[in-house]
């Protein structure tokens, strides 16, 4: 079945670690996004990739970092320059045809 | 800048009756607009979309959205509601002119349903 696979799907870290989360798609899509959700917050624009090797800041891009080496990964890297990474993080890629996002089934990240 | 906003945090209603859940945007040319939901802890899913043509939209799961251009709403609409639709409901907006991805999200409401 084709979709998007984020793992873990709970990650601890303790504070000063940097963490990787992982998001795999076999949709054939060139587009992928990161999300992070805060309750009472939606959904807010971390970093975005258009196409294979290249990515742009969202909105909330400090204390984050993202590769795109592969156009059916899309790895976002939790820093321990994010002052607050407690949140529930989506990946998300984009069928153009359709003008439709594909989420996954999120990373639930707890600093301990 | 482009901004969406879902008035309502939470709402209530008991199980056959109807729904209405407001969203209003704020984006100068003609949007794209988006409703999604999502269960807990679990990724969101597309209900319905508008960017162009009728106004009225239909989705999956019975519901459908009328876009106001003249009160920049996107509502969200079922005539009757079932247990099952108690989740989180996001409006979302295209941020770019084109059909990128890039999505501005509302704050959310989250639907309780009364049995």
């Known amino acids: 079945d084709g979709g998007i696979t984020q793992s873990p799907k709970y990650l601890f870290r303790k504070e000063g670690q940097n963490v990787t989360l992982s998001c795999e798609q076999n949709?054939?899509?060139?587009?992928m996004y990161w999300y992070r959700q805060d309750p009472g917050q939606g959904l807010r624009l971390i970093y975005y990739?258009?196409?294979?090797?290249?990515?742009q800041k969202g909105d909330i891009a400090e204390g984050y970092s993202v590769s795109r080496e592969k156009k059916e990964s899309f790895p976002l890297t939790v820093t321990s320059a994010q002052k607050n990474p407690t949140a529930f993080y989506l990946c998300?890629?984009?069928?153009?045809?359709?003008?439709?996002?594909?989420f996954g089934q999120g990373t639930r990240l707890t600093v301990v | 800048a482009q901004s969406v906003t879902q008035p309502d945090i939470h709402i209530t209603v008991s199980e056959g009756a109807s729904l209405e859940l407001r969203c209003n945007y704020s984006?100068?040319?003609?949007?794209?607009l988006f409703w999604y939901v999502q269960s807990p802890g679990q990724g969101l899913q597309l209900l319905l979309k508008?960017?162009?043509?009728?106004?009225l939209v239909q989705g999956i799961k019975g519901f459908e959205a009328e876009f106001k251009r003249s009160q920049s709403s996107f509502n969200l609409r079922k005539p009757s509601v079932h247990w099952s639709d108690a989740a989180e409901y996001f409006c979302?907006?295209?941020?770019?002119?084109?059909?990128?991805?890039?999505?501005?999200f509302g704050q959310g409401t989250t639907l309780q349903v009364k049995p």
């Open positions: 984006y100068g040319a003609t949007p794209y």
């Open positions: 949709l054939n899509h060139d587009a």
């Open positions: 979302a907006v295209g941020a770019d002119s084109g059909n990128t991805g890039k999505l501005i």
């Open positions: 998300a890629s984009w069928a153009q045809m359709n003008t439709e996002a594909f």
């Open positions: 508008y960017f162009s043509g009728d106004t």
């Open positions: 990739s258009q196409i294979v090797n290249d990515f």
